[in-house]
């Protein structure tokens, strides 16, 4: 049974860190297609960042040069490095991996399986 378990969420004031990560069982990061998605209220979850097979890391325009991800193939986790957050980063976060179609490293419907989410607030 594959589980994705995030971590790392939290109240923060604007312009401030924090480290998002996303331990996975049942199934193994290595050079599967991986992301983190964001879901604000009243908006459509949205990709943020993401991995492809090859490695290639992708970047929704609004967290370029803020946002970094990254994976720990030893640890099995990935990571989600949040710097100069803004309060329109504030929504619920989400780590997604394996595809089972192919719609972009940031498309919804390319993941199989979702970890519950972690909240993430930025106060001004």
């Known amino acids: 049974q594959v589980q994705l378990a995030e971590s790392g969420g939290g109240s923060v004031q604007a312009g401030g860190s924090l480290r998002l990560s996303c331990a996975a069982s049942?199934?193994?990061?290595?050079?599967?297609?991986k992301a983190w998605f964001r879901h604000a209220p009243g908006k459509e979850r949205e990709g943020v960042a993401g991995?492809?097979?090859?490695?290639?890391?992708t970047y929704v325009a609004s967290v370029k040069g803020r946002f970094t991800i990254s994976q720990d193939n030893a640890k099995n986790t990935l990571y989600l490095e949040m710097n100069s957050l803004k309060p329109e980063d504030t929504a619920m976060y989400y780590c997604?991996?394996?595809?089972?179609?192919?719609?972009?490293?940031?498309?919804?419907?390319?993941?199989?399986?979702w970890g519950q989410g972690t909240q993430v607030t930025v106060d001004p």
């Open positions: 049942g199934l193994r990061y290595g050079n599967i297609p």
């Open positions: 991995i492809d097979s090859l490695g290639r890391t």
């Open positions: 997604a991996a394996g595809s089972r179609m192919w719609y972009g490293v940031l498309g919804r419907a390319t993941y199989q399986y």
